[in-house]
């Protein structure tokens, strides 16, 4: 197969990091080339390199035979090369149609806007991915899932020859991520290339032909798909053997600690459930049925207005988070980044945030030794990697941040751990890690609550599992009679033949 690019021996330093050292890259003409790593390999800086969001140090970068450099991210485009960003990159105060086309407007011959045409090229864009989704639609309005989709369509109206896709489906829903497959097939027929970048590793036997795998800011291998398994494609990736992805540990449940009867809002109905001491009940279904507005209904963001919440035997009457925090109950958001973390603060002010009232001195001062000693603690207890922890967050791997946000929150000391998501966006290493302290929760008596839209993983974690739809509870499952195939029936409101 033809090599249509080729980066090679890139160097890439910062002050006092070098980030990548001679770095290989190759992509090849119609394929996809699946480029994996953990968070840290240097995935994303040799692609902002490719870009020209970062100059090289050094090293040589080839398109189509012809050396090439690229300066900032307009040389890029004007090479042919796009970018689907895993952070959103779009106006939420403009339309769709402005959105995908900003800066780059069809003009008439008054080189006023057409608006005319710019709306028929949208639309044409939106009818390709298959979504129901207006150019007039103002962006703010739009779930992330459908903001993702458009930031897929201002890439394929650019008519890039490559196109780089980064974690393209971690917020689409089954249905969404099937028509981008479709979508990427038909950029392969047509001869495009596409740089394939997923934490979901049977996306990339699904869609890629080949993949790069870096670790440490090195290139480790470049394999086609068909000659690497999954288990070598992890070894590669952490430098190590994993053993038993799902780890499950036996706790013997302990006394009620949480209950829901009948619980209602404009966003769920006649929620009942309980939680104990030492469980974990994961909640699954589709995107839109409803688990992260549970979620924030226990935590107070969202009122009930029916029903009871009990903690402990003792029916609350949460207003606020805040309130819940009081209560005992902790909320750890599907999005870290906007929810979780203040990217601009340090590590160690991150972590106390939510629990400065405890570290308050005699004169109501914060007591900076106290604070400090408690964050070192679980900068080292959670395995942070981090230089110090008044390193700023936004520097630290997506592994870590969400490390520093279970711990913001386990700082609280609380009786309810609610954990949405836990591990999107975070590399299988990192996720091994984030498993293995779930269950150590889970033996020291916390009571755990686990959101997650990836079904091996609540069949692996839950002791029992809460299939919603709609806004409601349609099964309740125990492990051992839980598969993917009845919680995809329930998750789509399809009652079981008996």
């Excluded at 057409?114 to 709306?119: G, H, N, S, V």
């Excluded at 201002?154 to 917020?171: G, H, R, V, Y």
């Excluded at 001869?191 to 979901?200: A, F, L, M, T, W």
């Excluded at 006649?270 to 992260?292: D, P, Q, W």
């Amino acid at each position: 197969m033809k090599k249509i690019l080729t980066m090679k021996n890139i160097i890439k330093e910062f002050p006092g990091v070098r980030a990548l050292s001679g770095v290989d890259f190759n992509i090849y003409e119609g394929e996809v080339m699946a480029l994996l790593g953990e968070n840290g390999a240097g995935k994303s800086t040799l692609m902002k390199i490719l870009t020209g969001v970062y100059e090289k140090t050094s090293g040589q970068i080839f398109l189509e035979g012809k050396e090439v450099n690229f300066s900032n991210t307009r040389d890029s485009q004007e090479a042919n090369i796009g970018i689907i960003h895993q952070e959103l990159n779009l106006i939420p105060e403009l339309s769709v149609a402005e959105n995908m086309f900003l800066g780059r407007e069809p003009v008439n011959k008054f080189k006023r806007i057409d608006w005319k045409t710019l709306k028929e090229e949208s639309q044409k864009l939106l009818d390709t991915l298959n979504v129901n989704i207006k150019p007039d639609d103002l962006v703010s309005t739009l779930s992330i899932g459908k903001q993702q989709m458009i930031e897929i369509g201002k890439a394929l109206s650019l008519d890039a020859k490559i196109i780089i896709m980064d974690e393209p489906t971690d917020a689409l829903t089954d249905k969404e991520t099937e028509t981008l497959f479709k979508v990427i097939r038909s950029l392969k027929a047509q001869g495009k290339s596409i740089v394939y970048i997923s934490h979901r590793l049977e996306e990339i036997f699904e869609i890629c032909d080949r993949v790069t795998i870096l670790r440490d800011g090195k290139f480790i291998d470049e394999k086609e798909i068909e000659h690497i398994d999954q288990n070598e494609m992890i070894e590669k990736m952490v430098g190590r053997k994993i053993s038993e992805q799902f780890p499950s540990v036996k706790v013997d449940r302990g006394p009620l600690s949480l209950e829901l009867e009948n619980v209602s809002n404009k966003y769920i109905k006649g929620i009942n459930f309980k939680l104990h001491k030492g469980e974990i009940v994961g909640i699954s279904g589709l995107m839109g049925a409803g688990r992260t507005e549970l979620a924030k209904t226990i935590y107070g963001a969202y009122e009930i207005s029916s029903g009871k919440i009990l903690l402990e035997g003792k029916e609350l009457n949460i207003k606020s988070p805040e309130e819940a925090i009081n209560y005992g109950i902790a909320y750890v958001s599907e999005d870290r980044k906007k929810d979780g973390l203040i990217l601009d603060l340090s590590v160690k002010e991150n972590m106390s945030i939510s629990s400065l009232k405890n570290h308050y001195s005699m004169l109501s001062k914060i007591n900076k030794n106290k604070e400090s000693e408690e964050v070192n603690y679980y900068v080292k207890s959670m395995n942070i990697k981090t230089p110090n922890a008044d390193t700023i967050i936004k520097n630290l791997s997506g592994g870590n941040q969400q490390k520093v946000c279970i711990s913001k929150n386990l700082m609280c000391s609380p009786k309810i751990l609610i954990l949405d998501e836990p591990t999107r966006g975070i590399d299988v290493g990192a996720k091994k890690e984030i498993y293995d302290l779930i269950n150590k929760l889970k033996k020291e008596g916390l009571s755990i609550i686990m959101i997650s839209s990836e079904i091996p993983e609540i069949l692996g974690l839950s002791d029992r599992i809460l299939v919603m739809h709609e806004g409601r509870i349609t099964k309740e499952l125990k492990r051992e009679e839980a598969t993917q195939e009845r919680i995809m029936t329930y998750a789509v409101g399809i009652e079981e033949d008996r």
